[in-house]
């Protein structure tokens, strides 16, 4: 019988206290945090970290740099960043894709294992790969339409040259067109949501694609829109909690990771200076790469941090998917083995009776 939302929780966490503490495992720790960055999992209970920037700063910095680099080295450097930018999203969206699948072997069967799942997962995670380059591609399309042709349409009737005039139209046309475009994002999260949490469990037990993974979903979505509904909202609630717990252990171990790191970014800064350094192609090229390792650093402890709900988020929704799906059913909740009948014991043949 299908669980509610509400039901699915306390199987899920049963499931992570199991996993990470029973017992806990250092290693598998680790690969749970890889595992968990990558597949972009962070976004259910990770933290929004905001470096306050600082303007003046930038501007010297811009106005110290730009005037030492010929401006081919410079239009160089901007095409190799670009391209390496290109390259660096397709190849993370394509390694995050098999990794979704790992993370949910890792949750299924309690054990975490890259090399093996990779080997076994790569062919899935392409279809969910070719999926998600359609899903993003096609998401901010939809919405520049969604916005282009009504503005198009406002600008060939004249409304903006005499918007006085057109006041009431250009009221009531953008309050329909933010309710729209708000509806057309709400409808792309919960694509985004529902395929890694309900197509791709169907993807890695049945082989199948994305959309055949969706066909199936659909009926469940329609004759279940209250229970879907509050499987959302439960999600969002405990998303925001794990947020912050996260966010605040998070801050508070970046803070005492900085302090170190900033002090060798100083020493580094000063000892440059004293050497008579200028910002130019290389000491930039310096800075970004070691600015990339910084952050990689940041980003995976946050991971370390958010193991936990890594697991936990995908545990939630295979519970509740579970009890829908028999093939995952059948994973989650196996048949006890069958009890092994000891065969009766050999009697010693009776004594004949001589007549």
Known sequence: ?????????????????????????????AKLALVGFLAGELTSGGCNLRVPSNASGTQRFVALALPNMDPKLLAGLIVFLIVFGAVFFFLFLYVGSVMRFILFDAVVDKNCQIRRGWSRRYQPGLRYFLFQLLFYIGGPIGMALLIGIPALFAL?????????QHMVALILGGMVLFLLFFSFLIAWLLVHVFTKDFVVPQMALENISAFEGWRRLLPQLRSETGSYAGYIAMKIVMTLGVAVIVGI???????????????LGAIAVLGGKAAGLQWNLYTITVAVVAGVILLALILYTIALISVPAIVFFPAYSIYFLASRYPALDALVH???????????PLLPPEPEVSG
């Open 1 to 29: 019988m299908p669980i509610s939302a509400i039901d699915a929780i306390s199987p899920a966490f049963q499931h992570t206290k199991q996993q990470l503490f029973q017992p806990f495992r250092v290693g598998q720790w």
């Open 249 to 263: 252990i998070a801050v508070i171990v970046i803070l005492l990771l900085l302090i170190p790191v900033g002090g």
């Open 334 to 344: 196996p048949a006890p083995p069958p009890t092994a009948v000891s065969p009766a």
């Open 156 to 164: 060939l009737l004249g409304w903006f040259n005499q918007p006085k």
